[in-house]
């Protein structure tokens, strides 16, 4: 299996990933980071799949329908060509966002007498127990979940234990966690499908997009947009665990959760889209935290409903991806330290209070935690952490993190001018002494470079944020020499890696995608716009066939490692995007 032939489909409540070969290969019920229903991706053998596809057992040819969340599937073979259609309903309905744990397929004949093969076989999460099926006139019944498990269909029930049959006019399968369908399903699912297409299409219509590039940053719209959790206003990473960063590297991490830092990122890709109501619900998600969290001693992740009962297990008897585990279950980073999360707090909140759009946002509440966030970020500033990436080695005091907290004082200097002027002079202050501390312990003029920890002498590619936070003037030569040598010494075969230092589990192996993205706005912002367009255009071509990107790219085979898709990585690209193309200005 290939995360190269995934497709993904989802509402914002759910999501799932369905093969080229027309199965559900990694499905989590009811949310993303509950159990999962079907997990053949970490267990081809006996982790379960929902699979509608041809009889053959030929793969299809998938594509998204135009500007949506909506997955095709074409299948070919001697006998004709059928379509199956995927999706997870969403829509705006009785003045509110419709989004029913509910997987829509849709199979129907294109050409000829086509041959199709259904099977609907869940597991009861990580045991991987088979659940009783309790057959109804026209639907069957799974017995063992927390909430009733319906596959609805107008397919003969006799056809769904994985048997070939002829599909001679348009079908429907409706599998339902919770609600059951309750009216007819043909006229449902076509009423479903036409007012899901309609709703990402006017959120497709709705997005700011550059002159170039446009395609990539659609798609990554639309699948970042996948990764929030509306219920709460989370942002998760990713939508799977496990998959390893490399093979054989044993990299294998649980991402299906929200982590505060990457909240941050994602709120300003969606800000270059001109959508915001994604940050307005992050922020009630983080007032939730705050909330219950007086000292701010905030953990880097949390699920998506704000609790950290986050414990790191490994599944022994599931085989992992490609048969490559160990499959993990929670995620140890979030008893990490990792001070940089309350600057990108602070960054996040910083706009309701600097952009006059946002002023029926702004609360007492909202202020004071984002003034305990940047108090907090310089009253750390320089003490060791697990850093970025999440070190498992010794903890040293981390450059980035300590930029991070420049930025809280910065960002919160230019909010209490406006809103909190007897206060605007001690976050200016700490600023600047917190910028001076970074120059005098990070840069060093003997290398010719700021370094990834106070006094050290090792490169990571998050120094490039450097550039973008304008830590210093863009022109100023350290900036530039910086990122040069992060690209000289980071880079392989045109991709950038994190760094080049044993984090407990060895030396990374493969490029980190999101990297390459900060070199392009890194070079863009520098001056070098020639090199960051040429650059984007390179590494697009390593994107999969549906424009969905992954956490890891090996550079020596072309494969897509890591959890899939990414929500950093579509983030970078969206980002990278905006930084290399020329503006609409210059090409109207």
């Known amino acids: 299996m290939r995360l190269e032939d995934l497709g993904l489909v989802g509402n914002c409540q759910f999501s799932a990933l369905i093969e080229r070969s027309g199965s559900v290969v990694w499905c989590c019920l009811p949310r993303f980071d509950s159990d999962p229903i079907f997990g053949r991706l970490l267990d081809a053998d ?11 057992g030929e793969p299809g040819t998938q594509r998204y329908v135009e500007n949506t969340n909506v997955l095709e599937t074409v299948f070919s073979d001697a006998d004709g060509r059928l379509r199956v259609v995927d999706m997870a309903p969403r829509f705006e309905q ?20 086509p041959r199709a093969r259904v099977l609907c076989d869940p597991r009861l999460g990580w045991t991987k127990a ?39 006019e348009r079908r429907h399968l409706v599998l339902t966690w919770g609600a059951t369908v309750e009216e007819p399903l043909a006229p449902m699912c076509d009423r479903y499908l036409d007012e899901t297409v309609r709703y990402w299409r006017r959120f497709v ?18 699948a970042l947009k996948l990764h929030c ?12 665990t496990s998959i390893p960063e490399g093979p054989g590297t044993g990299r294998t991490w649980d991402y299906r959760y929200c982590w505060l830092r990457d909240a941050f990122y994602a709120l300003g890709a969606f800000g270059l889209l001109g959508h915001f109501e994604e940050r307005e619900s992050f922020v009630s998600y983080l007032l939730n935290l705050a909330g219950g969290n007086p000292s701010l001693d905030l953990a880097p992740l949390y699920r998506v409903d704000g609790t950290s009962d986050l414990e790191e297990r490994t599944m022994a008897e599931w085989r992992g991806f490609e048969g490559d585990g160990p499959v993990r279950v929670g995620n140890n980073a979030a008893l990490h330290r990792q001070i940089d999360i309350f600057g990108e707090m602070v960054l996040a909140l910083a706009p309701v209070f ?48 300590s930029l991070m907290c420049w930025a809280a004082a910065d960002r919160m200097a230019a909010v209490a001018s406006r809103h909190l002027p007897s206060h605007a002079e001690e976050f200016r202050d700490a600023a600047t002494r917190i910028r001076d501390e970074i120059v005098r312990k990070a840069w060093s003029p003997e290398l010719g470079f700021f370094a990834a920890t106070y006094g050290g002498a090792n490169l990571d590619a998050s120094l490039l944020q450097m550039v973008m936070l304008r830590f210093l003037p863009s022109h ?57 367009y040429e650059t984007m255009q390179r590494v697009l071509e390593a994107l999969s066939p549906l424009g969905l990107v992954s956490e890891d790219y090996d550079t020596s ?20 995007a905006f930084a290399a193309s020329p503006d609409w200005s210059d090409v109207l």
């Open 354 to 401: 600097l952009d006059e759009r946002f002023r029926d946002e702004q609360s007492v509440a909202t202020l004071d935690l984002l003034e305990r966030l940047a108090r907090k970020a310089i009253s750390v500033v320089g003490t060791p952490d697990a850093s970025i990436w999440e070190y498992r080695t010794e903890w040293q005091p981390q450059t980035f993190s």
């Open 229 to 240: 959790f509306e219920d709460t206003g989370a942002i998760i990473a990713a939508m799977t």
């Open 94 to 113: 009785h003045g509110r966002v419709f989004r029913p744990t509910m997987l829509v397929r849709i199979v129907e004949p294109i050409e000829g007498t």
């Open 476 to 532: 100023d030569l350290r900036m530039r020499a910086t990122v040069d040598a992060v690209a000289r010494t980071l880079g392989r075969n045109g991709w950038l890696m994190r760094y080049l230092t044993d984090d407990g589990f060895g030396v990374p192996s493969v490029a980190f995608v999101i990297c390459t993205f900060w070199l392009i706005e890194a070079l863009a912002m520098t001056g070098r716009s020639d090199e960051a």
């Open 205 to 222: 219509k709705q997005s700011n997009v550059p002159p170039s590039f446009q395609k990539e940053v659609i798609r990554s719209a639309l």
């Open 46 to 56: 006996n982790g379960g799949q929902f699979l509608v596809g041809s009889a053959s």
């Open 130 to 168: 088979r659940p009783v099926q309790l057959p109804g006139s026209n639907h069957v019944r799974f017995e063992g979940f927390q909430s009733p498990v319906r596959l609805t269909t107008d397919i003969p029930l006799s056809y769904l234990g994985g048997q070939t049959f002829t599909v001679t």
């Open 557 to 576: 085979t072309g494969r897509s490692w890591g959890n899939f898709p990414q929500a950093y990585s579509h983030i970078g690209l969206i980002r990278a």
